[in-house]
């Protein structure tokens, strides 16, 4: 029989949150030159129709600078980066128009695919692109005319707008108009941050070939907020780049930027709709985040504590009594998903007070989320004027003396927990001095 927590069923009802949220949501997706040069294309607009298919408004900015570079190669037309923008100048913005119109009809002929048997069947994507970005050159920089170069001076999100709300996807290059008629090849950064903001999209997503940003040991930066950025240089320059590309997003409005492999087949629809993801988050605020309770998250802490009550670990409370003290209890949320709560219970005539009901959900033991509540709280009753904290504990009792508790005796509780004590639990008392250090 299948372990129904590790089912595909199982797996897809967990990913119902995901869905209704991300439903009616506005996405752009920063599709690199790469992405059309490898076989990874087909895979990856199937996981765009399955977007799309479950109510995501999708917007496709696709890039085009290994195609423009091995082009001008091919004409023998010497290129020229300036602060890593291409120059474009008259001789070789036909063959950029050219690489950009053939990668446009490839995208649109994948998008149109819905063969029986096939992950597009049924899919009937309508794809639209247009002129819906207005530029300007760039003019001289450094002393240096960029010519046809240009950056973004409006995005009709109007326009774009009504085509999202009719069920249609929308795709832009790195080409920009101008009111005079001309054309300019602009940074894919500029449309796809310039769409973002204007859009208001819920999401940039900016495809990589590596799974994220990495620090220099290596490690993949999960989460990251731009107030971060002077903190963490990653080792690898593109992926400096592309988190410059995410933070900038947030800074221009985007709640959430994200950078994902295009190379792992799974890491876009694992980034959505799993609460671990599979790259790094790029947020204007912390993504993981320590806050007091409100009574809006009574059913969260029920859900996370329930496992544990119902074992015996932790004494059992009704809603009714939760809702009471819900103010006591400092939480952590990832995502809107509370993964860990700790309860502060103060005895102030005693001057000290009771930590209780110390949780982290399964999946995020060990990695010291419980630590970093119980230092949260021990500080909370320092400020209050408090000296000692004590906890009564059944099954964790090794934990709380790894955290500098001693055990005690009964009679060394307030007399008022004293009189609460529960003799059949028969649990054991540590206590804690408190130091501003603690």
């Given at each position: 029989?299948t372990?129904p927590?590790?089912?595909?069923i199982s797996?897809?009802?967990?990913?119902?949150?995901y869905?209704?949220?991300?439903?009616g949501?506005t996405?752009?997706?920063?599709i690199?030159g790469?992405?059309?040069?490898?076989a990874v294309?087909p895979?990856?607009?199937q996981?765009?129709?399955?977007?799309?298919?479950?109510?995501?408004?999708?917007v496709?900015?696709?890039g085009?600078?290994?195609q423009?570079d091995?082009?001008l190669?091919?004409h023998g037309?010497?290129?020229?980066?300036?602060?890593?923008?291409?120059?474009?100048?008259?001789?070789?913005?036909?063959?950029?128009l050219?690489v950009?119109?053939?990668?446009?009809?490839e995208?649109?002929?994948l998008?149109?695919?819905?063969?029986?048997?096939?992950?597009?069947?049924?899919?009937?994507?309508r794809?639209?692109?247009g002129?819906?970005?207005?530029?300007q050159?760039?003019g001289?920089v450094?002393?240096?005319?960029?010519q046809l170069?240009?950056r973004?001076?409006?995005?009709?999100?109007?326009?774009m707008?009504?085509?999202?709300?009719?069920?249609?996807?929308v795709l832009?290059?790195s080409l920009g108009?101008s009111?005079?008629?001309?054309?300019?090849n602009?940074?894919?950064?500029?449309v796809?941050?310039?769409a973002?903001?204007?859009l208001?999209?819920?999401k940039?997503?900016i495809?990589g070939?590596?799974?994220?940003?990495?620090?220099?040991?290596g490690?993949?930066?999960?989460?990251y907020?731009?107030?971060?950025?002077?903190?963490?240089?990653p080792?690898?320059?593109?992926?400096?780049?592309?988190l410059?590309?995410a933070c900038a997003?947030?800074?221009?409005?985007?709640?959430r930027s994200h950078?994902?492999s295009?190379?792992d087949?799974?890491?876009l629809l694992?980034?959505?709709f799993?609460?671990?993801g599979s790259?790094t988050l790029?947020?204007s605020s912390p993504?993981?985040?320590?806050?007091?309770?409100?009574?809006?998250d009574?059913?969260g802490?029920?859900?996370?504590?329930a496992?544990?009550?119902?074992?015996g670990?932790?004494?059992?409370?009704s809603?009714?009594?939760l809702?009471?003290?819900?103010?006591?209890f400092?939480?952590?949320e990832r995502?809107?998903r509370?993964?860990?709560?700790?309860a502060?219970?103060p005895?102030?005539?005693?001057?000290?007070?009771?930590l209780a009901?110390?949780?982290?959900h399964?999946e995020?033991?060990?990695e010291?989320?419980?630590?970093r509540l119980?230092q949260e709280?021990?500080q909370?009753?320092l400020?209050?004027?408090l000296?000692?904290?004590?906890?009564l504990?059944?099954?964790?009792?090794h934990w709380f003396?790894e955290?500098?508790?001693?055990?005690?005796?009964?009679?060394?509780?307030?007399?008022?927990r004293?009189a609460l004590?529960?003799l059949?639990?028969?649990?054991k008392?540590?206590?804690?001095t408190?130091?501003a250090?603690s």
């Amino acid at each position: 029989m299948t372990d129904p927590h590790n089912s595909p069923i199982s797996w897809f009802r967990n990913t119902a949150p995901y869905i209704n949220r991300h439903r009616g949501s506005t996405f752009v997706i920063v599709i690199p030159g790469a992405v059309q040069q490898s076989a990874v294309l087909p895979r990856l607009l199937q996981d765009v129709a399955l977007l799309s298919s479950l109510g995501v408004r999708l917007v496709l900015v696709f890039g085009s600078r290994p195609q423009i570079d091995r082009r001008l190669q091919e004409h023998g037309i010497q290129s020229t980066l300036h602060r890593g923008q291409r120059i474009t100048d008259s001789e070789s913005l036909p063959h950029v128009l050219q690489v950009i119109g053939a990668q446009r009809i490839e995208l649109e002929a994948l998008l149109s695919l819905g063969l029986p048997n096939s992950p597009m069947q049924g899919a009937k994507l309508r794809a639209v692109s247009g002129n819906f970005v207005m530029a300007q050159p760039v003019g001289v920089v450094d002393g240096i005319d960029h010519q046809l170069t240009g950056r973004v001076r409006r995005i009709d999100s109007e326009g774009m707008e009504s085509l999202l709300v009719s069920g249609s996807l929308v795709l832009l290059s790195s080409l920009g108009y101008s009111p005079t008629g001309e054309a300019f090849n602009l940074s894919l950064a500029d449309v796809a941050i310039s769409a973002a903001r204007d859009l208001k999209a819920h999401k940039l997503i900016i495809l990589g070939a590596s799974a994220g940003v990495h620090d220099h040991d290596g490690s993949l930066i999960k989460q990251y907020a731009v107030d971060q950025q002077a903190d963490i240089a990653p080792a690898d320059e593109e992926e400096a780049r592309l988190l410059r590309m995410a933070c900038a997003a947030c800074r221009a409005g985007v709640p959430r930027s994200h950078i994902v492999s295009f190379k792992d087949p799974d890491a876009l629809l694992a980034e959505l709709f799993t609460t671990d993801g599979s790259g790094t988050l790029v947020a204007s605020s912390p993504y993981e985040q320590s806050r007091w309770a409100s009574i809006s998250d009574v059913g969260g802490v029920l859900e996370l504590i329930a496992p544990l009550e119902e074992s015996g670990v932790l004494l059992k409370r009704s809603r009714e009594l939760l809702e009471a003290e819900i103010g006591r209890f400092r939480i952590l949320e990832r995502d809107g998903r509370i993964i860990a709560c700790a309860a502060l219970y103060p005895f102030p005539g005693e001057q000290s007070a009771e930590l209780a009901c110390i949780v982290s959900h399964p999946e995020y033991r060990g990695e010291q989320r419980a630590t970093r509540l119980l230092q949260e709280l021990e500080q909370e009753a320092l400020s209050q004027g408090l000296t000692d904290v004590f906890v009564l504990t059944t099954q964790t009792a090794h934990w709380f003396l790894e955290q500098g508790f001693s055990e005690n005796s009964l009679d060394t509780l307030p007399p008022e927990r004293q009189a609460l004590y529960n003799l059949q639990r028969n649990s054991k008392v540590f206590s804690k001095t408190l130091t501003a250090r603690s």
